[in-house]
Structure formats: structure tokens, C-alpha cells
């Protein structure tokens, strides 16, 4: 039972999310398994057929969730025939069907990217030739690419295109995916804090209980308007972060500089007054030494003094 009802959407709120579209190998890719799964969990009534458009089947994030729910149990260590019971009962029954919504305005994807295949020339030709073995090795380990055959996938584009860019301005890519091996644990607190935020509008419902199928409606839309704000906080954040520590750098260094060019001055200004004291004290001597010759010549209307002495005449 509900601890307080939900309140109503409002009338302007988004009843279409934006809808993703897969073939089945990005939905493999995208959820984590692989094209043989996706036909097996078909097979078994786990997962719903894609829709036809022609000869291609395509699929939407309804299908990533219900993938992912799939990962999930099988994680927690149910088999397969357990899961099929359950998803039987989700979509039989009523109330269960009722968090289906909430399954997929939960767990379905907060990017829109699709993933995009690279070739070895083309990842060279990005990096400026820096994509070295080591260098693909990291980005594999820590998922920025993954190998389909000869080739790479990229789950988001838009980040392999930033490194590589930054790459040309000459960061080592080695430093970069240095720095996002460090940087990826508080990226995981910091999901995990907006996750808690949007799923927190559950906890008006005792746990364990299932929302009434009435509330059900406005409680997806609530959850798929705090995603995207979500995301403008952590953006707005980031950018903060960023300006504080650039910010704290800029001032560390332009400070550094400042000493060194005072200390420069302070230099050149002792050396400029010890010069300007023997330029003085020598012309001080040289004004002595002028006036000691002076005193020493005689004075043209006077006659000088001899110096020879006198000889005391003697007696007679």
C-alpha cells in the first residue's frame, strides 16, 4: 500500500520519451550480450519480437531494459526457466505489468549515442598514429571500445572523438585514459546519487509493494523528467569543478612566474646600486686627486718657496 498517493502528471507532461532504435546487433552491443541471447530469450518468450520494417528487425530501449533485467537474474542466480516464469507473470498479470513502465524509464539507456565500428586505419588515422597496442589494450580494458572482429566499436562516439582530438593537441592518449581510470570511480558515486534521486520517488511505497497501476502513469512521467535535470546537474557541476581547478592551477602558476620576475628586478636593481656606489666613490677619488695637484703648483703671482737650506754663515 502506497504511503501517500502520487500526485496527478500534469496534463503537459511528456507521455513519449525519446525512443532509441537498434538492429540486433547494437542491441547485443548496447545491453551487453550477444546477437545468439537475443534470438535464444525470443525464442523462449523472454524477450518480444522487434518490429518489422521490411526485411530488418528493429528494436527500442523496451527491449534493452528487459535485456538488462534479464542480465540481472541471471546474476543473482536464476536460471532461465525462473525468469521465464517470472516475465510470464509480469506480463499476465495486471498489477505487475503496471511496473513495466518503470522498468524502462528506470533502466533503459541515459545516452542517445549509437555505438559506431572503427576500423585499425581509422582509429590510427584519428589519434595522429598515436593509437598504439598499449594504448588499444587500455581502451578495451576499461570498455571505451570493444573488438568486433578486425574492427572496434566505440559505445559513444562523441568521447573517442574528444580524445582523439585532444590527442592532436599532444596529450598522450596513454595520460588520457590514464586520467579517466582515475577520474571513473567518482563518476560511479556520482551516478549513483543522481540513480538514487530519480528511483527515490519509490520510496513513498511500502518496500516490496508494487505502486497501485493508477499512480503508475504519473510516477514514469516524474521519473522521466528528473533524468534529463539530472544530467544538467552533474554537467553544471562538473563545469564548477573544472573552473576551481583550473582556476587554482592558473593562479599556482601565474604566481610562480611573479616571484621569478620579482626576484629577477630585486636582482638587477642590487647590481644597478652597488655600479652607481663605485662610479661615485671613483669619482670622489679622481675630484681628491685634482684638488691634491692643484695645491701642490705654484701660484703664478707669488714666488715659490726654495727649498734648499740655508747655510748659517760662518765667523770671521
Known amino acids: 500500500m502506497p504511503k501517500t498517493p502520487f500526485p496527478a502528471a500534469p496534463a503537459s507532461a511528456p507521455s513519449d520519451p525519446p525512443r532509441n532504435e537498434y538492429t540486433v546487433d547494437e542491441l547485443a552491443r548496447v545491453a551487453d550480450t550477444t546477437v545468439r541471447n537475443v534470438r535464444a530469450y525470443q525464442d523462449r518468450g ?3 519480437p522487434p518490429e518489422k520494417r521490411g526485411r530488418v528487425g528493429v528494436y527500442d530501449d523496451t527491449h534493452v531494459s528487459r535485456l538488462k533485467l534479464i542480465n540481472h537474474l541471471l546474476a543473482r542466480g536464476y536460471t532461465l526457466a525462473n525468469i521465464q516464469d517470472l516475465i510470464k507473470a509480469i506480463d499476465e498479470g495486471h498489477d505487475l505489468r503496471s511496473i513495466l513502465g518503470l522498468e524502462s524509464a528506470i533502466g533503459s539507456r541515459w545516452s542517445h549515442e549509437r555505438p559506431r565500428k572503427y576500423s585499425l586505419v581509422e582509429l590510427g588515422r584519428m589519434f ?3 593509437a598504439s597496442p ?3 589494450a587500455k581502451a578495451l580494458e576499461l570498455g571505451l571500445l570493444e573488438r568486433d572482429g578486425l574492427s572496434f566499436v566505440a559505445k559513444s562516439p562523441a568521447a573517442l572523438n574528444a580524445g582523439a582530438a585532444m590527442a592532436r593537441e599532444g596529450i598522450p592518449a596513454a595520460d588520457l585514459l590514464d586520467a579517466v581510470r582515475a577520474a571513473r570511480p567518482h563518476f560511479g558515486a556520482v551516478a549513483k546519487a543522481m540513480v ?3 528511483v527515490r520517488q519509490l520510496d513513498r511505497y511500502e518496500s516490496g509493494d508494487l505502486p497501485p497501476p493508477a499512480d503508475v502513469p504519473a510516477l514514469v512521467d516524474a521519473i522521466w523528467r528528473i533524468r534529463p535535470l539530472g544530467m544538467v546537474l552533474v554537467e553544471t ?4 569543478a573544472l573552473e576551481e581547478a583550473s582556476g587554482d592551477y592558473l593562479g599556482a602558476r601565474v604566481a610562480a ?3 621569478k620576475l620579482g ?3 630585486a636582482a638587477g636593481t642590487t ?4 655600479a652607481a656606489t663605485k662610479r661615485a666613490t671613483a669619482r670622489k677619488a679622481a675630484s681628491h686627486a685634482a684638488a691634491s695637484g692643484t695645491a701642490g703648483r705654484a701660484s703664478p703671482d707669488k714666488p715659490a718657496r726654495s727649498n734648499t737650506t740655508k747655510v748659517g754663515r760662518g765667523r770671521t
Not at 647590481?271 to 652597488?274: C, E, F, R, Y
Open 257 to 259: 612566474i611573479m616571484e
Open 46 to 48: 523472454l524477450l518480444a
Open 237 to 240: 557541476e562538473m563545469n564548477r
Open 134 to 136: 598499449t594504448v588499444l
Open 196 to 198: 538514487d534521486l530519480v
Open 128 to 130: 595522429g598514429g598515436k
Open 271 to 274: 647590481g644597478d646600486k652597488t
Open 263 to 265: 626576484h629577477g628586478e
